[in-house]
Nanobody, 117 residues
Framework: QIQLEESGGGLVQPGGSLRLSCTGS????????MGWFRQPPGKQREFLGT???????AVEDFVKDRFTVFRDLARNIVYLQMDELEPEDTAVYFC???????????WGKGTLVIVSS
């Protein structure tokens, strides 16, 4: 069983930066991809980016110029660095771990990011 806990959310002004962290615990983390989703108010959850157990990363095109995903494999932490934040980035941000071999997804409880002046 894998547990995920996000941190780092909060209120930030437009144009600012924020770094979210997700710490994983439990067995099996070494073989799963860890990544980030978000759910804006009144909208569906959307995928942002991922970091594999081998260290490869990928970020969706619509945020790749502003967001970066990276992972500390030794500490089982995945980060989401967000720069040039816009009010449209306001959302609950969720950490995800995916075991593709078994089709299993694990989720954190989410952390709220509000971009507002």
């Amino acid at each position: 069983q894998i547990q995920l806990e996000e941190s780092g959310g909060g209120l930030v002004q437009p144009g600012g930066s924020l770094r979210l962290s997700c710490t994983g615990s439990g067995s099996g983390l070494s073989g799963v991809a860890m990544g980030w989703f978000r759910q804006p108010p009144g909208k569906q959850r959307e995928f942002l980016g991922t970091a594999t157990s081998g260290g490869d990363t990928a970020v969706e095109d619509f945020v790749k110029d502003r967001f970066t995903v990276f992972r500390d494999l030794a500490r089982n932490i995945v980060y989401l660095q967000m720069d040039e934040l816009e009010p449209e980035d306001t959302a609950v941000y969720f950490c995800n771990a995916r075991n593709a071999n078994y089709g299993l997804d694990y989720w954190g409880k989410g952390t709220l990011v509000i971009v507002s002046s």
